[in-house]
């Protein structure tokens, strides 16, 4: 069975702190991917990086940079000097390589990122 | 740009009442698309699993005689709330699966059933 475990629940930072956002999974199989999304009170969830398990090079996006971590199955990521417009929900999601209706994603229950000015 | 899009974004509906989303598929096109609930304050939960020219494969408790769903074409799946009931508001997100393994979201349909 597969579990994504986001601790976090809420998190309030003033703006430009740096806040690292916590994802820790678990699954039997040895190919998979995991995903960080945002969710805007817009509502739409906004995709924002893809990890292959075989790829364990952390990567930077500007301000976003994630870092997995298979020894501890942890995905975890950090945004740093924070803003304003950072404010969302974040899902962090486990998915697997089949295809069609085997195809699922499975869902942390996402941190709720609150930025002050 | 837009990946998937959904129509309508707001419905609003008295009780008893059928209400029918709309998912494309913009940039691609998706044999399989998936459908989820969000309540507030809740993470997501996938109801179903629409596939193109076969019957959609249901998570457990969904009732598929409640929730139809059409994929009749590579880049149009619908979902009807049948006989919605105000139990049935919620936010319904539609997603599809690129062919680089990764699902984009549509903007989302908020029902309001009343």
């Known amino acids: 069975a597969q579990k994504v475990t986001q601790a976090q629940t809420e998190i309030s930072v003033v703006e430009k702190e740096d806040v690292t956002l916590d994802c820790v999974y678990e699954?039997?199989?040895?190919?998979?991917?995991l995903f960080w999304y945002k969710q805007p009170p817009s509502g739409e969830l906004v995709f924002l990086i893809r990890?292959?398990?075989?790829?364990?090079q952390n990567e930077i996006s500007g301000r976003y940079s994630w870092n997995f971590q298979k020894s501890t199955s942890s995905f975890n990521f950090t945004i740093t000097a924070s803003q304003v417009v950072d404010s969302a929900v974040y899902f962090c999601a486990l998915g697997n390589p089949y295809t069609g209706a085997n195809s699922k994603l499975t869902f942390g229950k996402g941190i709720t990122l609150s930025v002050r000015p | 740009g837009a990946v998937v899009s959904q129509h309508p974004s707001w419905v609003i509906c008295k009780s008893g009442t059928s209400v029918k989303i709309e998912c494309r598929s913009l940039d691609f096109q998706a044999t399989t698309m998936f459908w989820y609930r969000q309540f507030p304050k809740q993470s997501l939960m996938l109801m179903a699993t629409s596939n193109e020219g076969s019957k959609a494969t249901y998570e457990q408790g969904v009732e598929k005689d409640k929730f139809l769903i059409n994929h009749a074409s590579l880049t149009l799946s619908t979902l009807t709330v049948t006989s919605a009931h105000p139990e049935d508001s919620s936010f319904y997100i539609c997603s599809q699966r690129s062919p680089q393994e990764t699902q984009y979201f549509g903007p989302g349909t908020r029902l309001l059933v009343l």
């Open positions: 699954t039997r199989d040895t190919t998979y991917y």
């Open positions: 990890r292959n398990s075989f790829d364990e």
